[in-house]
């Protein structure tokens, strides 16, 4: 059973950092996709970073210089780094995996919210 369990969320104020992990279990790891979404009240599922197998990374332009995407595959984990932080990133955080086969897993959220 695969299992993404988030950590690192909470409340920030503007420019401030915040650094979220993501410990894997029961998948392949080191040859997933992974990576971070999000989602605002009333707003869709958005990605915000992904790294591959490979370590080739992309992120949303909205976080491209703040965000950084890595992963240890030592210890499963991932890692996303945040820094200057803005109201508008305010949003739950999943971490996301899909496996060689692609399926899609996903963890159970981490609240981030950055006051003003």
């Known amino acids: 059973q695969v299992q993404l369990v988030e950590s690192g969320g909470g409340l920030v104020q503007a420019g401030g950092s915040l650094r979220l992990s993501c410990a894997a279990s029961g998948i392949i790891f080191s040859i997933a996709t992974v990576g971070w979404y999000r989602q605002a009240p009333g707003k869709q599922r958005e990605l915000v970073a992904a790294i591959t197998s490979g370590g080739s990374t992309n992120y949303a332009d909205s976080v491209k210089g703040r965000f950084t995407n890595s992963r240890d595959n030592a210890k499963n984990t991932l890692y996303l780094q945040m820094n200057s932080l803005k109201p508008e990133d305010t949003a739950v955080y999943y971490c996301?995996?899909?496996?060689?086969?692609?399926?899609?897993?996903w963890g159970q959220g981490t609240q981030v919210t950055v006051s003003s």
């Open positions: 996301h995996a899909e496996d060689f086969a692609r399926y899609e897993y």
